[in-house]
Nanobody, 124 residues
């Protein structure tokens, strides 16, 4: 059974940094499709960054500030978040598993497994 466990969330001041981790278990091999999504209160969940077949993708709102990386040996996905802004405040979710290959890497429908989320709060 696939399990994704996020960690590293918390509070930061604007301009600060946080690093999120997502530990994946239950995969025989590292999933070639993994990504980070976020959902702010009152808003829909949106794709933030993703790795699909070792190619990274980013939402325009985080380009140049966030970096996605992974450690295949540890089956762990990371999201380094720098220059944080109050609008980055959200619950951040890890996603994995290649489901619908016809949709983009930052689309929810691309993935079939989700973590429980970790809260990120950025204060001004």
């Amino acid at each position: 059974q696939v399990q994704l466990v996020e960690s590293g969330g918390g509070s930061a001041q604007a301009g600060g940094s946080l690093r999120l981790s997502c530990a994946a278990s239950g995969y025989r091999y590292p999933s070639p499709c993994m990504g980070w999504f976020r959902q702010a209160p009152g808003k829909e969940r949106e794709g933030v960054a993703a790795f699909v077949n070792d190619k990274s993708s980013y939402a325009d709102s985080v380009k140049g500030r966030f970096t996605i990386s992974k450690d295949n040996a540890r089956n762990t996905l990371y999201l380094q978040m720098n220059s944080l802004k109050p609008e980055d405040t959200a619950m951040y979710y890890c996603a994995a598993g290649c489901l619908r290959l016809s949709v983009g890497p930052l689309e929810e429908a691309r993935y079939n497994s989700w973590g429980q989320g970790t809260q990120v709060t950025v204060t001004s």
